[in-house]
């Protein structure tokens, strides 16, 4: 509280400072009248060093006596007090300089805003509800938000830009940039949220340059702030764009996969069990050349019940495995049917594409239908075949 009783201070007694001249010394000259608040206020000026300890007596323009702040009391009030005030003092965050301008030259108190400040050009002490002041202590948002995109730099002075061509921002600006209403907090909640980090520092690279690079070094920054909520409107519809075209990109990239994922689980349905069981057709074809003429009751004829058996043996693993894989086909066409129709009710624009996808993965699995038909089919004629076969060598005793 002591700064802000400090700068207080300076502002009630610069305001009622006559005659005020600022000498070699950087120091405001002027004669006040004293009373109780004066020199309460006086005294609080020297405990901060903002103006000298003593002061000087006039009566009838005549000098009387130089005195000390606290000596003061009601026996001088007669008497006109000329005392200097310091121009320039800056101190826990509060500031006293000659306007404005001055105050915004320096990166650090934009970076870091003071608490309050006071400017002896217009005799302001700044308020809360300042739009200037407002607007002053959203810059340090954007300064951030330059800093989050710029390359490293080991000083607050100037950042650089790099996207196509490089620019140099300087921290400076004036206060008439601060003249309009800021908003910042749409690119604070842009920025600050993870999803698409690196697009985003990439768009706002692009933005900055195209928006500042026709703008001098020093000029740059006082225009971003003096027209950022125009900067921002651009920044978010280029953003919006892109996470259109990435979910469009994303969806795209979705239904691609799937139909591969699905057209590859469909085609295994049919090659993984084809791979087992591959030679029980063959096994069933070369039984027949081991099938001899025999009568009954002898060795060959033996022979021939033994091979019949483990023809009928084979058939029925490799028909109920054929079969088995029609409830796996059905299952997984469920499956693809479902995910395609969801994505075709919530991407409208993809809806075309995404249903052309689907009738491919249709047309694939209708193939596996019919190969694993035909392939039992043809299991089951070969084994008619060797029946037939085993029937007929049979001979009279």
Sequence with gaps: MAGSN?????????GILEDRVLNDDNHFCGFISLDDEVIDNLKTL?????????????????????????????EHYPFNCKIALSSQWEKNGFYIGTNWDLLLKSATRIFTPVKQAFFTDT???????????????????????????ALPASDNKARTIIYDRHINIVYTLRKEDLDHNLNTEAIERLLHKDLHHEAKVSLVREA?????????????????????????????????????????????????????????????TYSDIG?????????????????????????????????????????LYAVFNFSAQFSILKSIREEYKLLFERLAKE?????????????????????????????NFATIVIFVMVFILSWFSLIEP
Excluded at 134 to 146: A, E, G, P, T, V
Excluded at 282 to 302: D, M, N, T
Excluded at 352 to 364: F, G, S, V
């Design 6 to 14: 400090s700068i207080k201070a300076y502002s009630f007694v610069f």
């Design 46 to 74: 020297v405990e901060c060093e903002l103006c000298d300890t003593s002061v000087d007596l006039f009566k009838d323009n005549q000098f009387q006596v130089s005195i000390g702040i606290d000596e003061l009391n009601d």
């Design 123 to 149: 005799s302001e002490l700044t308020k809360d509800d300042s739009i200037h002041y407002r607007n002053y202590l959203k810059l340090s948002s954007i300064c951030k938000f330059i800093d989050e995109v």
């Design 208 to 268: 900055l340059v195209k928006f500042l690079k026709d703008k001098g070094t020093n000029q740059r920054f006082g225009y971003l702030v003096s027209n950022f909520n125009a900067f921002s409107s651009e920044l978010l519809l280029s953003y919006q764009g892109y996470v259109e075209q990435y979910t469009f990109d994303k969806v795209r990239k979705e239904y691609q996969e799937k139909k591969t994922e699905y057209i590859q689980k469909i085609n295994e």
């Design 275 to 315: 791979a087992k069981i591959l030679a029980i057709p063959a096994g069933l074809w070369l039984a027949v050349f081991k099938l001899e003429e025999a009568p009954i009751g002898s060795f060959g004829f033996i022979k021939n019940i033994v091979i019949l058996t483990l023809c009928i043996l084979c058939m």
């Design 347 to 375: 991407h409208d624009d993809e809806c075309d594409n995404i249903n052309r996808a689907k009738k491919l993965i249709d047309t694939n699995a209708e193939w596996t239908w019919w190969k694993l038909t035909l392939s």
